[in-house]
Each structure stands twice: as structure tokens, then as C-alpha cells.
């Protein structure tokens, strides 16, 4: 990787850079002649390795891929994670200054063999990405972890962010993380829209785990495939309350709780994707609600000897949808709502 720009086109003399092929040349390469900032748009685009091969195209492309405010990285696209841990380490430290808008991260499994110094070296990485990250101004970070190494139900939260971070983040998608009670110390004053996808929800703390209360701006909440670690160490349900003041839209596609509270008085939109022995709901406050979307992935057979749990996830969903506008069931929804209908 390259960070000599010394070969830049020169400057002309109404003090603009002279791009490769003006002065009459009929060959000249158009797409090197746009402006520094379409270049950086085009290169936006691709991820960030495709970005940085650009830099062979020309002299005009040798230092574009640094200027360019996002960062696209994911290990897939290297045979070797030491390869990818070098080149992380080259592109953060050879690219100019400038604030990141968006970074997305991304690392799977490799088939290299692990030792403890080598998990080490990755969660330090790890750290430093978000660390080079949060002190970028970026607006948007989606981290995602689907090779967690020894840890068996991925980071933790509080490990690899720390707590009380002041930043302009906007946007967060995690995927494979442990969520702890760092989540909500987290300090993320800004944060409008979060993504939970494949992450453990396990409180340190026993009684109820609150993990989004302290989110000021947030708007939008997105949680797929999560489950909640509903037990704690002394034995005992621990709940799972999803409080947002400011909750405009909120998505739950198969989050496995044994009991779980909704607090979110502004909510306009909620989608539910979910299997009947997960629908456990202890209370649903949703006054402002305008649209809901209902999914049930079971068969009614499953009922059959579940019934009186089914009835109460079911008779707790509906009366927390009591002030919907308009309902939009699945085929699956409407059979068990006739079947307990016609007992």
C-alpha cells in the first residue's frame, strides 16, 4: 500500500491540478478528470479493499481511496485473517485525517489455527477499530463479529466499547455481541437508529435488564435473531424491558425472552416476528400506535398441550394492541386467534 503522493499532477497555472491527458490529448482518461469529490463519491460505493486497488489506475487515483469518507472492511475477502489484520492496520493509519461518515466492519471465521496471543491480537483490533471509529465523527457503524473465537456468546459490550463515550454516533448495527448493561451507559447521546442482530442480551445485574432507557434520541430499534440470558446468577427471571420515550419504530424478528415489557408511549410502528413458545409478553404500553405487523412462525399443532401459555402470550399481545390503527396479521396469527375463539 502506497503513501507516497508526491506524484500527484501538478498544479497548473490557474492553480488547479492538471489531471492526466489535458492539453489537447485525445486519449484523455474522462473519469480521471472529474472533480476530487465525484471521484470520492464513485469510490464510496465499493468496499474498501476494491477502493484501495484503485490506486493503480493512475497517478490521479494513486491517493483518492484516502480521501474517501467511508470505510467498507470485511475479512471475507481475504484467504488469511493475518492479511486482513494487516491491511486494517495500513488503511487507518495511511488515510488522511478526515471524519468517517459511515464504517462498517465485518470479520467471519477463518481456517487458521488459534492460540490466546493471537485471540489477544484480534480483540485489540477490535478495540481499535471502534476506538478509530467513535474519534472519526462517525455517523454510522455497523460491527459485526460472526467469528468470536473463545468467547462463546461473542464480546462483551462494555469490553469492547468502554462506557461514558461522548460521540456524534447516529446509527449503530452490532452483530454477534454480547450486550451488557455497558449498552446503556454507553454515553451515546445522538444515537437515533440501533440494530441488534445475533447478539446474547445478558445483564451483569439481577432484577430487570433496562438496556435502551438511556438513549435519548433513539428512534428506531431493530433487534433480529437476539435471545435474553432471562436467568440470573442467583436463579431467578430476570425481565427484559425495552423502554423508549422516543421510540418511533421497533422490530422484533424472533427475540427469544421468557419475559419481556414494551414502554414506548410515542411508538408509530411495531413489527413482531415470532414463535408461539417465545410470546411472552408481561405488558405492552404502545398508546400512539398507528401501524403493527404480526407473524407467527409455529403451526397451530404446536399448541396442543401448550395451550394455556399460548393463550396468555397471545390475549397479553392483543391487549397491548388495543389503540393499533391498522392490524396486518399472517395466516398463521388469524388460525390461532379463531382457535382460541372457538374453544
Given at each position: 500500500m502506497n503513501n507516497d503522493c508526491s506524484s500527484s499532477p501538478e498544479l497548473g497555472k490557474d492553480g488547479k491540478r492538471r489531471r492526466e491527458g489535458e492539453g489537447g490529448d485525445a486519449t484523455a482518461d474522462r473519469l480521471s478528470n472529474l472533480p476530487d469529490f465525484i471521484i470520492h463519491h464513485i469510490l464510496s460505493f465499493l468496499d474498501t479493499k476494491s477502493a484501495v486497488q484503485t490506486s493503480v489506475l493512475s497517478?490521479?487515483?494513486?491517493?483518492?481511496?484516502?480521501?474517501?469518507?467511508?470505510?467498507?472492511?470485511?475479512?471475507?475477502?481475504?484467504?488469511?485473517?493475518?492479511?486482513?489484520?494487516?491491511?486494517?492496520?495500513?488503511?487507518?493509519?495511511?488515510?488522511?485525517?478526515?471524519?468517517?461518515?459511515?464504517?462498517?466492519?465485518?470479520?467471519?471465521?477463518?481456517?487458521?489455527?488459534e492460540g490466546e496471543d493471537e485471540e489477544e491480537k484480534k480483540f485489540a483490533q477490535f478495540v481499535k477499530v471502534i476506538k478509530y471509529a467513535l474519534s472519526h465523527d462517525t455517523q454510522q457503524l455497523a460491527f459485526t463479529l460472526s467469528y468470536v473465537g473463545e468467547a462463546e456468546y461473542g464480546y462483551r459490550f462494555s469490553d469492547l466499547f468502554g462506557t461514558n463515550l461522548n460521540c456524534s454516533l447516529k446509527s449503530l448495527e452490532l452483530g454477534h455481541v454480547c450486550i451488557d448493561s455497558g449498552l446503556g451507559s454507553s454515553g451515546f447521546q445522538m444515537l437515533t437508529t440501533l440494530e441488534l442482530v445475533l447478539c446474547l442480551l445478558a445483564s451483569d445485574q439481577d432484577g430487570e435488564f433496562d438496556p435502551f432507557s438511556n438513549f435519548?434520541?433513539?428512534?428506531?430499534?431493530?433487534?433480529?435473531?437476539?435471545?435474553?440470558?432471562?436467568?440470573?446468577?442467583?436463579?431467578?427471571?430476570?425481565?427484559?424491558?425495552?423502554?423508549?420515550?422516543?421510540?418511533?419504530?421497533?422490530?422484533?424478528?424472533?427475540?427469544?425472552?421468557?419475559?419481556?415489557?414494551?414502554?414506548?408511549?410515542?411508538?408509530?410502528?411495531?413489527?413482531?416476528?415470532?414463535?408461539?413458545?417465545?410470546?411472552?409478553?408481561?405488558?405492552?404500553?404502545?398508546?400512539?400506535?398507528?401501524?403493527?405487523?404480526?407473524?407467527?412462525?409455529?403451526?397451530?399443532?404446536?399448541?396442543?398441550?401448550?395451550?394455556?401459555?399460548?393463550?396468555?402470550?397471545?390475549?397479553?399481545?392483543?391487549?397491548?394492541?388495543?389503540?393499533?390503527?391498522?392490524?396486518?396479521?399472517?395466516?398463521?396469527?388469524?388460525?390461532?386467534?379463531?382457535?382460541?375463539?372457538?374453544?
Open positions: 497517478r490521479v487515483w494513486q491517493c483518492a481511496w484516502k480521501h474517501v469518507p467511508v470505510l467498507n472492511v470485511r475479512s471475507d475477502s481475504f484467504q488469511q485473517y493475518s492479511s486482513f489484520d494487516r491491511f486494517v492496520e495500513n488503511v487507518l493509519s495511511l488515510r488522511h485525517p478526515f471524519s468517517v461518515r459511515s464504517m462498517s466492519y465485518a470479520v467471519y471465521e477463518h481456517e487458521e489455527e435519548p434520541c433513539l428512534k428506531n430499534l431493530v433487534m433480529s435473531h437476539c435471545r435474553h440470558l432471562d436467568i440470573d446468577m442467583h436463579g431467578n427471571e430476570r425481565r427484559l424491558k425495552i423502554c423508549g420515550p422516543q421510540l418511533l419504530s421497533l422490530e422484533l424478528e424472533l427475540v427469544s425472552s421468557s419475559n419481556m415489557e414494551i414502554f414506548a408511549p410515542r411508538l408509530k410502528f411495531f413489527r413482531l416476528e415470532h414463535d408461539l413458545e417465545s410470546l411472552n409478553f408481561s405488558k405492552l404500553t404502545l398508546p400512539s400506535l398507528d401501524d403493527a405487523v404480526i407473524m407467527i412462525n409455529d403451526e397451530v399443532e404446536f399448541m396442543e398441550g401448550n395451550e394455556g401459555s399460548v393463550r396468555q402470550g397471545v390475549v397479553s399481545l392483543f391487549q397491548g394492541l388495543s389503540n393499533v390503527t391498522t392490524l396486518q396479521l399472517d395466516s398463521v396469527t388469524i388460525e390461532v386467534s379463531f382457535w382460541f375463539i372457538l374453544l
